[in-house]
T-cell receptor, first 113, second 118 residues
Framework: GDSVTQMEGPVTLSEEAFLTINCTYTATGYPSLFWYVQYPGEGLQLLLKATKADDKGSNKGFEATYRKETTSFHLEKGSVQVSDSAVYFCALSRNKGAQKLVFGQGTRLTINP | DTEVTQTPKHLVMGMTNKKSLKCEQHMGHRAMYWYKQKAKKPPELMFVYSYEKLSINESVPSRFSPECPNSSLLNLHLHALQPEDSALYLC?????????????????FGPGTRLTVT
């Protein structure tokens, strides 16, 4: 079945550092890929998405590119802020019907000032 | 308005109690979802409603009973829960792709109900 694997956390960085959170997936066909973020005490928010190979999703300085050849969707940001501290989930979904999201385990990110 | 609201925010219930969680959205979304999230884990899908009909039940125990009375409301009725059911229960909604495609669409999540079963 479909699955998503994220790099183990937690990840701790200093403000203005470069961020990469790795995400790889296993799925047949061409799923859509997402990054969701969960701030403390809140539900999940969509950060960015990509629906086909070579698409680049971007939002709030974060970027991820759908790489079919490596089945990856790594999240990057050039300069992180304290406010980026949260849990980040990589997820995939099929493109038909009511969408079932398959999540990775989540990566807890802490940014120190 | 892109908000999904959930009530109550917190709920403590005994194993013999009956309670309900409520979720509401006014974005015109016709898919609504219940997820269960344990601490430091990703959300696990429980149920999906499409056009007010149950379309996915992820083999959830019958002590959890979902209901979708109309396109804006989603309830989760709880009865005879176990302590291991303590978790954050998240509701989400989304559009549904038409026959011409266009999906999948973003799921909008509520803040969740923190449930403790004693």
């Amino acid at each position: 079945g479909d699955s998503v694997t994220q790099m183990e956390g937690p990840v701790t960085l200093s403000e203005e550092a470069f961020l990469t959170i790795n995400c790889t997936y296993t799925a047949t066909g061409y799923p859509s890929l997402f990054w969701y973020v969960q701030y403390p005490g809140e539900g999940l928010q969509l950060l960015l998405k990509a629906t086909k190979a070579d698409d680049k999703g971007s939002n709030k300085g974060f970027e991820a590119t759908y790489r079919k050849e490596t089945t990856s969707f790594h999240l990057e940001k050039g300069s992180v802020q304290v406010s980026d501290s949260a849990v980040y989930f990589c997820a995939l979904s099929r493109n038909k019907g009511a969408q079932k999201l398959v999540f990775g385990q989540g990566t807890r990110l802490t940014i120190n000032p | 308005d892109t908000e999904v609201t959930q009530t109550p925010k917190h709920l403590v219930m005994g194993m013999t109690n009956k309670k309900s969680l409520k979720c509401e959205q006014h974005m015109g979304h016709r898919a609504m979802y219940w997820y269960k999230q344990k601490a430091k884990k990703p959300p696990e899908l429980m149920f999906v409603y499409s056009y007010e009909k149950l379309s996915i039940n992820e083999s959830v125990p019958s002590r959890f009973s979902p209901e979708c009375p109309n396109s804006s409301l989603l309830n989760l009725h709880l009865h005879a829960l176990q302590p291991e059911d303590s978790a954050l229960y998240l509701c989400a909604s989304s559009r549904i792709p038409g026959l011409a495609g266009g999906g999948p669409y973003e799921q909008y999540f509520g803040p969740g109900t923190r449930l403790t079963v004693t």
